[in-house]
């Protein structure tokens, strides 16, 4: 696609600069064929994962509000009707990761004079990607207000952090040259979110999930470090950290990610955790397309062996869907129930995690 585009648009420019005799149209009708090159790009990408699905999102009219405003409306007891989204600077103090921004949501409870600790659900994004994805193409702030409105107020704080570094860089989530990601989201985060908005400890009543490179993210940081999350959502995750789209990847992650240390890949290789140790407690849910046929079908191998592993283990597979925020926000007001009453923030209710199936033996 990008080969056949970079051709079209090399032709583009011969033509104008053959047939446009006049300086500035020259310059005018070059920027045109870049230009339309480029819409080109952003429309196959968007064609592929839906990042943009409204007007609103294309035009940057959604985003995060002032962290200032929501500790100011906190301070005078001012509780939203709705949760708010807020931008906030998690530094990476011992990582040394130069993140961006995180998006933050925070429910109408944290606003409460009688404001209980609340816990933590972090939500991660894949590559290409942004900290707002989940607010945005996700939808996860419409999901959790509704979720709020039917528990008093009720939701986790949940935090949508960066783990890449800049829109289209890759770190799937270790510790590498590209950034030591693994140790800024399962240290330096927990250490920040607590600090700023006073929630629960890491443990058993934070969860981790996300969405493509996420999915994988929050499954592997799990079962690295099970003290620190308790829960984990895989929604259209690989097997593991891989350079690339699909899981052929694997001597080119070695050399990538490992410094080509087979030892580093297989101890961040979450088939091989979960074959090595059990983890009682943990819960974990994965959903998938099901015409994503690479990580539907890893899905078909983790899900097995987290259950083996002694893993509450969910699995669904939504028939027609594939590598898309169509899948990802749906598995995300899927889970959101089961998540919610795992970290402690309400009983458990049968028909609202009816979608919850163990996978097959």
């Not at 894949?126 to 702030?141: H, I, K, L």
């Not at 890491?202 to 929050?218: D, K, N, T, V």
């Not at 891989?242 to 101890?267: N, W």
């Amino acid at each position: 696609m990008r080969a056949v585009l970079l051709v079209l648009t090399l032709l583009g420019i011969g033509l104008a600069l053959r047939f446009v005799r006049r300086p500035v149209s020259v310059v005018l009708a070059v920027v045109l064929v870049l230009t339309l090159a480029l819409v080109d790009v952003a429309a196959a990408v968007n064609a592929s994962y839906r990042y943009l699905p409204t007007l609103g999102v294309a035009l940057g009219l959604g985003g995060a509000g002032d962290i200032r405003d929501a500790y100011a409306d906190r301070a005078r007891g001012r509780v939203p009707e709705n949760g708010l989204v807020v931008s906030a600077n998690l530094p990476g103090t011992r990582s040394g990761f130069a993140a961006r921004d995180a998006a933050v949501y925070l429910p109408p409870a944290w606003f409460g004079a009688d404001r209980p600790e609340l816990p933590v659900l972090v939500l991660l994004h894949g590559t290409p990607g942004d900290p707002t994805d989940w607010a945005d193409g996700g939808r996860a702030t419409s999901t959790l207000n509704a979720f709020a409105a039917q528990h008093g107020g009720l939701a986790p704080v949940v935090v949508m952090p960066d783990v890449n570094g800049d829109f289209t860089g890759d770190t799937e989530c270790v510790d590498s040259p590209d950034g030591n990601a693994e140790t800024y989201l399962t240290d330096d985060l927990p250490r920040a979110v607590q600090k700023q908005f006073s929630t629960r400890p890491p443990g058993r009543q934070w969860a981790i999930a996300g969405f493509s490179e996420g999915g994988m993210c929050a499954l592997l940081l799990t079962l690295r470090r099970p003290a620190t999350f308790g829960t984990f959502g895989d929604f259209s995750g690989l097997l593991g950290p891989r350079v690339g789209e699909t899981d052929a990847e694997v001597p080119a992650t070695v050399a990538q990610y490992f410094a080509g240390s087979e030892q580093e890949f297989v101890a961040h290789d979450p088939l091989t955790l979960l074959g090595a140790r059990r983890f009682p407690g943990t819960g974990g849910w994965f959903e998938v397309g099901g015409a994503d046929s690479d990580t539907a079908a890893a899905a078909t191998h983790l899900a097995p062996a987290a259950r083996e592993a002694g893993i509450e283990t969910c699995l669904v597979v939504l028939d027609g869907l594939g590598h898309s925020f169509e899948a990802w926000s749906a598995a995300f007001r899927d889970s959101l129930p089961w998540m919610a009453a795992r970290l402690g923030l309400v009983p458990r209710d049968p028909a609202a995690t009816a979608k919850c199936r163990p996978p097959p033996s």
